[in-house]
């Protein structure tokens, strides 16, 4: 099946980006390293400057109508009735068992409008739910290939959007309507890196000219263009959960330790008696972080083992999934889904190209957030 592609992807050929598969679309995984790019000079520039991100493969869709916020907020975990017009929340879409369909973010801009952004291969499973059993008078519309989103990250992030004339003192989670380089934006506070930063929603055809504006006003103040090779190391050093990783139709928000995205007390949504059940009984194995002790850097599937009396590999206490090597601590870091017998401070061992690798079990984030 041939790739979807991001209105920006001739900007991305041109500036010599390596292209890669994500939920269906070829998107940019790296600048070249030769023109001062490559995964740790971006990742580098969103902790310390800021970096410009094409994420036009994440999802979009609109629910509208009488009943709106109702409608989905019996779909999904979190509970829309915590926040107000002008924020956005995040939340998750999960089945009857509690496995998780997708993590999403929901930006109510009124009772009667609600924008979600899913995650790109899911969107359509997302969409097929709410549509399912819309009352009369409620549209779900996809509008994956319509939008497009781009987000600025980092400390500059503040003196980027200033530059386009965009206002930036709005709260963490909410949102603003503004121009930006000629095009109406969507701009909310909210991000994938654990820096402060901003996605802009803005129509498909306006994201060159929003593109170019926002690099012109960043190059002052050391914007680079990003690739997701970056934004995966980044949101990793956050332990922010990547589904697929550690959410999915076996990995439930439980067993992420997302309960904090449940509105426990709602009346009902789907899910919420499975989730209920594993919250009580305490018999799911749990997502923890782990870093590295010596030079093992992590990478999903590897098994990880408990220490042995006499230091050698033990039992099979679960598997890693998300693993990297951390560019701002240098030393390898991930996820690993974990039995309950263990807990933050225990040591482990992983199975890193059949050596048994020392790690020490963490909360995440490794990496303090500025967000």
């Not at 030769?34 to 094409?54: N, T």
């Not at 995205?261 to 709602?266: L, Q, R, S």
Request: aromatic share 6%; glycine share 12%; hydrophobic share 40%.
């Amino acid at each position: 099946m041939d790739l979807l592609r991001s209105p920006l992807h001739d900007h991305h050929v041109a500036l010599g980006a390596k292209m890669a598969e994500f939920g269906g679309w070829s998107m940019p995984l790296e600048y070249p390293s030769e023109s001062g790019g490559g995964v740790l000079a971006e990742h580098a520039a969103v902790r310390e400057a800021a970096g410009l991100f094409d994420v036009s493969h994440l999802g979009k869709a609109s629910v509208r109508g009488a009943g709106a916020v109702d409608h989905v907020n019996a779909h999904l975990t979190n509970d829309l009735r915590r926040i107000r017009p002008g924020q956005a929340q995040y939340t998750l879409c999960c089945d009857e068992d509690g496995g998780t369909v997708d993590d999403l973010i929901a930006y109510v801009r009124s009772d009667f409008d609600v924008f979600l952004v899913p995650n790109a291969a899911n969107t359509a499973a997302v969409v097929e739910r709410l549509r399912a059993d819309a009352p009369a008078g409620i549209e779900v519309v996809d509008r994956h290939r319509e939008l497009a989103v781009l987000a600025v990250q980092g400390p500059a992030a503040d003196a980027v959007l200033a530059g386009v004339g965009v206002p930036t003192d709005h709260a963490y989670m909410s949102f603003v309507e503004a121009p930006v380089g000629g095009a109406e934006a969507i701009v909310c506070r909210t991000g994938y890196t654990g820096e402060k930063g901003y996605e802009l929603v803005v129509r498909a055809d306006d994201a060159p000219a929003v593109w170019e504006a926002l690099l012109a006003a960043g190059e002052p103040h050391g914007l680079r263009p990003c690739g997701l090779g970056a934004r995966d190391t980044l949101r990793t050093e956050m332990g922010y959960p990547l589904h697929g990783h550690e959410l999915s139709a076996e990995i439930s928000p439980v067993m992420a330790r997302a309960g904090w995205a449940v509105g426990w007390d709602k009346p009902t949504f789907t899910g919420k008696d499975a989730l209920v059940r594993q919250r009580e009984e305490k018999s799911v194995p749990l997502v923890r972080g782990i870093v590295s002790s010596g030079r093992g850097i992590p990478r999903p599937g590897m098994v990880v083992r408990a220490v042995g009396p006499d230091g050698a590999p033990g039992d099979v206490v679960g598997e890693v999934t998300s693993g990297t090597f951390s560019p701002t601590l240098r030393q390898g870091i991930g996820l690993a889904l974990l039995d309950r017998a263990v807990g933050d401070g225990d040591d482990v061992l992983v199975e890193v190209r059949r050596r048994a690798e020392p790690f020490t079990v963490t909360k995440p984030p490794f990496v303090a957030p500025s967000t």
